[in-house]
């Protein structure tokens, strides 16, 4: 039987519609990659007697299914302590008056690491397996977020924030000078890849401009080259609110996705998070050059002052993933995304002003449903990324959500006879951290109840 071990039971994925595997057998290499999915395999099967007594088969119970681990297009590590507070202000106001000070304390190194410890520990009890992180500009505290992430064992991208803009980064919190912000960039580069245990790049670096008002030209264009020069992916924020995209419109005379493409930003695997006002030559620019959204509907709802058009971005080709968004989005569950982007792709469809007619007052075809949801927070997520993740296929890793059904804090129910996609309607719009039983991610077993 080939591979170091083997997973038996029932398990839910989304290669393009939702796929059941039913009696599926999934063997796991010693590098964590998935080496042959077979599924109808009966339970009598010799192969599962010999993995059972070598003590490496994982044998679900009619109460379990397994999912692709969740994967978190967008996660400011550093606003975890403001989760679920400071959101009664427009998005300008809120970085100056809470956002940015609370990032100013991460120069404290051992305030960093209690932070940054918690988060991932919470974030893969709630089946989170990849998170791509903003940091901060401190690069000790970026360094030691990424060591956090590998020690931990969950799979991250993590960027230190470039911002050195006068007008729009407060004193006690800017980079002094371009040069410094993309020199530190480059040694955080440098320190991901060489890290010891990190040969497989578990974790990876990122190139984080925080978003075009914060950035100086010179610091956008010095990030364009040095992502060039390493070959490394981006993430930024993309015409998040009519704030920050007129603000870009007015200072640049562009969009925001036109400044990033003349900087050399917009590349295959970068991440541009929002992007709430994207218009058709944006979209066509993103796609094209095989960029991503990451779509956080929640945080949306507090500081876009719109709902982005998601059914129409992905009939276009956009590669589209979820993103919490800690903590402008008040939840740490990237099931919680999933949620919002279906209930507001309905708002965005029935509209939201009863004093027009039903005719008038919405968006015809804007919706998705818990198929869609659930595709990208999984599948999505790996194909906005250029990983192999999200999956149960051969040559994808296999980072996986064990959820069960009736466990005491746990909020599923699976009847005998239930069908694939009312089992998954119920995870898509039920699930939390309570019903997560066990997560691994590139075939280690990094949470169990």
């Not at 009598?44 to 994982?58: K, Q």
């Not at 051969?394 to 129910?413: E, H, I, K, T, W």
Request: hydrophobic letters at 45%; glycine letters at 10%.
């Amino acid at each position: 039987m080939p591979g170091d071990w083997a997973i038996y039971g029932r398990a839910i994925h989304a290669p393009d519609g939702i796929e059941a595997l039913v009696s599926a057998l999934i063997c796991v290499g010693t590098d964590g990659m998935i080496l042959s999915v077979e599924t109808a395999v009966a339970a009598d099967d010799p192969r599962l007697a010999r993995l059972r007594a070598g003590g490496s088969l994982v044998e679900l119970t009619p109460d379990d299914i397994l999912i692709p681990g969740l994967i978190d297009l967008h996660i400011h590590a550093p606003q975890f302590p403001q989760l679920g507070t400071a959101l009664d202000v427009p998005l300008e106001d809120w970085l100056q008056r809470y956002t940015f000070p609370l990032e100013s304390r991460y120069e404290d190194l051992a305030f960093a690491e209690d932070v940054y410890a918690c988060l991932v520990e919470t974030l893969l009890a709630h089946g989170t397996t990849t998170a791509v992180y903003f940091a901060t500009i401190h690069l000790p505290a970026t360094k030691r977020l990424a060591e956090i992430c590998l020690d931990k064992g969950q799979r991250a991208l993590v960027g230190r924030v470039g911002m050195d803009h006068p007008e729009q980064c407060p004193d006690f919190y800017r980079d002094a000078s371009a040069e410094i912000a993309i020199a530190e960039t480059r040694a955080l580069i440098g320190h991901i890849r060489d890290l010891p245990g990190n040969e497989a790049a578990l974790v990876r670096p990122m190139i984080t401009p925080r978003f075009v008002p914060a950035c100086t030209d010179a610091l956008l264009e010095g990030l364009g080259a040095l992502a060039a020069e390493t070959r490394c992916t981006v993430q930024t924020h993309c015409s998040e609110s009519d704030w920050e995209h007129g603000h870009v419109l007015d200072r640049c005379g562009v969009t925001d996705t036109a400044v990033l493409d003349r900087a050399g930003l917009l590349r295959r695997g970068s991440v541009l998070a929002h992007a709430n006002f994207i218009t058709e030559p944006d979209a066509a620019l993103i796609r094209a050059r095989g960029a991503a959204v990451a779509h956080c509907p929640l945080s949306n709802i507090y500081f876009a002052g719109a709902v982005f058009p998601l059914r129409e971005m992905l009939d276009q080709g956009l590669h589209i993933g979820l993103g919490s968004d800690i903590a402008g989005g008040p939840s740490a569950s990237l099931f919680e995304a999933a949620r919002q982007a279906v209930a507001v792709s309905r708002l965005l469809e029935s509209g939201t002003d009863s004093r027009k007619s039903a005719a008038a007052r919405g968006k015809p075809g804007a919706r998705i449903d818990f198929r869609t949801a659930f595709r990208m927070a999984t599948a999505g997520g790996g194909e906005s990324l250029d990983l192999p993740i999200g999956l149960f296929r051969p040559g994808y890793a296999f980072d996986a959500v064990l959820l069960r059904s009736g466990l005491p804090d746990g909020n599923l129910r699976f009847a005998e006879a239930e069908s694939a996609a009312g089992i998954l309607e119920k995870i898509v719009m039920l699930a939390g951290r309570g019903d997560v039983a066990q997560v691994w991610v590139a075939g280690r077993l990094v949470k169990s109840r």
